[in-house]
């Protein structure tokens, strides 16, 4: 049986490097995600997003870590597309974020597959989104 896809926010890839509400369910998706139970699927802008949070002087981890952790993570990375850009306009319309926060959503839409956000105030309108931490 081929594994489901899921599409990932930055704000979820944060909490794999911060202790926070959510950070176990975040990282229990990582552990599906290494046993092939599901292909976690992201944005372009995911790697960033969550390289500049993690990255301080005073974190845990330090954001070089932080972006190994990725690599090794062997995540699906998916670069903007014609398709992909429109459908992020569509939904930062239609959810009323900015448009960065709409990538994930439309990336979601596009393959028709759940968001899993913790970015309540972007994502809770999208029809198939999981909240994680709420």
């Known amino acids: 049986m081929k594994p489901a896809t899921v599409v990932l926010d930055a704000s979820v890839g944060v909490k ?3 202790p926070e509400p959510g950070s ?4 229990a998706l990582l552990v599906r995600h290494g046993s092939g139970e599901i292909v976690i ?3 372009h802008l995911f790697l960033y997003e969550v390289l500049s949070v ?5 974190a845990a981890v330090s954001g070089r870590m932080a972006y190994g952790s990725l690599l090794d993570a062997r995540l699906t990375w998916v670069a903007p597309s ?3 850009v429109a459908a992020a306009f569509d939904h930062a319309d239609l959810l009323g974020c900015p448009l960065y926060d709409a990538f994930s959503a439309g990336l979601a839409a596009v393959l028709d597959a759940p968001l899993y956000s913790a ?3 972007a ?6 989104v999981v909240l994680v931490g709420e």
């Open 16 to 18: 794999w490097f911060r």
């Open 24 to 27: 176990a369910e975040a990282r």
């Open 41 to 43: 699927t992201v944005d």
């Open 54 to 58: 993690v990255h301080s002087p005073r």
């Open 82 to 84: 014609p398709k992909l």
């Open 119 to 121: 970015d309540v105030k």
């Open 123 to 128: 994502h809770a309108a999208f029809p198939n």
